[in-house]
């Protein structure tokens, strides 16, 4: 899947957790990246942020990063 649709993907994602206080949308994305994502799309998207390809709102940056240190 190309790098902008899965930050496009997970953008949604964090819209939805946007009204919840920072630390609370962070852990929901995460959660939600987690439970219902494919790893194969987790591993892509923790790989396209390393790499500077993907293009993530703030609390999804976050959220992300989190998935990357906790990976593998």
Do not use: C
Request: zero cysteines.
């Amino acid at each position: 899947m190309s790098p902008d649709r899965l930050a496009y993907m997970a953008n949604q994602i964090g819209k939805f957790f946007a009204h919840r206080p920072h630390e609370a949308a962070v852990a929901g994305v995460e959660e939600h990246l987690r439970k219902f994502w494919d790893p194969r799309m987790r591993n892509q998207i923790v790989a396209d942020l390393k790499s500077g390809a993907a293009a993530l709102d703030p609390t999804v940056r976050e959220a992300v990063e989190r998935l990357g240190a906790t990976s593998g």
